[in-house]
């Protein structure tokens, strides 16, 4: 064999290591590659109603700026909730219903974005954006006078939510992404909410399963034979940045 990858060519080795390298990595993409498309046809054998994320996406796109965090944040517990109750085995010492209520682990959101974080439940950025929007949320709780909270998607953290136009730049077009950067801060925090909420949707159904059967859940997920649900998802995004995109024009 002759045909190595760029960085194996380039190691200190004899071409008998190197062969053997390669062998091994062309094995592993292949397995890799496998493993995905049963993945993805398992997940694509069931049907996903997306009705859900297309209401939370609408109330984001158009309702009054000061309810986002709090919309946001209500969605994302609920979606949480949901997959902690579906993943968590039912004969956990104690009950399970003991890990969501009082003092249990999964009775707050806060509690919920902490374990997802340190077990690797989903993405580490979705969750320290959801923990931003969710320490704005608690900020709103606290003031009665909300007047003094416009403008806050200018600030810190609202503003430093991950910018979805340049996470996914190779696509933008597709995804009606472009312009984004040129809307004002509120304009951008409504069209990173969506896409935020749309991959916490997507990785509270998604993610724990992958990481269950020991796949890397990046490329199951988002990979060459990613689930029929993630263009769906993508669908449903993408119409919001739209309305978005023209409310400011």
């Known amino acids: ?5 760029e960085d194996i060519a380039a ?23 496998e493993q995905a498309k049963k993945f993805a046809a398992e997940v694509n054998s069931e049907s996903h109603d997306v009705s859900r994320l297309d209401k939370v996406c ?16 209500a969605f994302a517990d609920e979606a ?3 997959m902690y109750k579906r993943e968590i085995p039912k004969g956990v010492p104690g009950g399970r219903d003991s890990l969501f209520s009082g003092y249990g682990p999964f009775s707050s959101l806060s509690k919920r974005i902490q374990v997802a ?9 979705i969750l320290k954006d959801m923990d931003s929007l969710r ?29 979805v136009e340049m996470m996914f730049k190779e696509h933008e077009e597709r995804l009606l992404l472009s312009g984004v950067e040129n809307l004002d801060g509120l304009g951008r925090l409504r069209i990173r909410t969506i896409w935020l909420l749309g991959r916490l949707y997507y990785e509270t159904l998604l ?33 919001y940045t739209r309305q978005v995109l023209r409310a400011k024009i």
């Open 117 to 125: 974080c340190a077990f690797g439940w989903m993405s580490e950025d």
């Open 11 to 33: 190691l200190d080795m004899s071409d008998v290591e190197k062969n053997g390298l390669q062998v091994y990595r062309n094995y592993t993409k292949a397995f890799e590659r």
């Open 207 to 239: 993610y724990p399963l992958a990481v269950k059967q020991r796949l890397q859940p990046y490329v199951v997920l988002y990979g060459e034979h990613q689930p029929k649900l993630l263009s769906q998802v993508s669908g449903v995004c993408s119409e």
């Open 135 to 163: 320490k704005v949320r608690n900020k709103f709780s606290h003031l009665w006078d909300h007047e003094s909270l416009l403008g806050y998607a200018e600030k810190a953290p609202t503003s430093d939510i991950t910018p």
């Open 80 to 82: 949480l909730d949901e």
């Open 1 to 5: 064999m002759s045909e190595w990858d």
């Open 58 to 73: 609408d109330a984001i796109a158009s309702d009054d700026e000061r309810l986002i965090p709090v919309i946001a944040c």
